[in-house]
């Protein structure tokens, strides 16, 4: 199983970038998707979710900025970033719990990552 994400780059403050993320390889179902990011110095920290019974969680920071959707005839999650203010520079990483063919139980897998870059 693969996430790969993509959409990340270097943007003025104001702002937007979509992030879209697809999920690919020996899925038998997706249970929950979401988004963290880390900035430099920083943890890592949660952006948004979509949970396994469709509800969604933003962070604080997120709330009123930031749009998650999952498309699950896909196997994508996109994250819409507006607004952008230099302190949402990070990586942003897309994860996700997956059942796989050869699993009887949800894993955790994470993409490699796409950087975004909020200049002022």
């Known amino acids: 199983v693969q996430l790969v994400e993509s959409g990340g780059g270097l943007v003025q403050a104001g702002g937007s970038l979509n992030l879209p993320c697809a999920a690919s390889?020996?899925?038998?179902?997706?249970?929950?998707m979401c988004w963290y990011r880390q900035g430099p110095g920083k943890e890592r920290e949660l952006v948004a979710a979509?949970?396994?019974?469709?509800?969604?969680n933003y962070a604080n920071f997120a709330k009123g900025r930031f749009t998650i959707s999952k498309d699950n005839a896909k196997n994508t999650v996109s994250l819409r970033t507006n607004s952008l203010k230099p302190e949402d520079t990070a990586v942003y990483y897309c994860?996700?719990?997956?059942?796989?063919?050869?699993?009887?139980?949800?894993?955790?897998?994470w993409g490699q990552g796409t950087q975004v870059t909020v200049s002022s």
């Open positions: 979509v949970t396994p019974d469709g509800n969604i």
């Open positions: 390889g020996s899925l038998a179902r997706i249970k929950g």
């Open positions: 994860n996700a719990q997956i059942i796989t063919y050869t699993s009887s139980f949800a894993l955790n897998f």
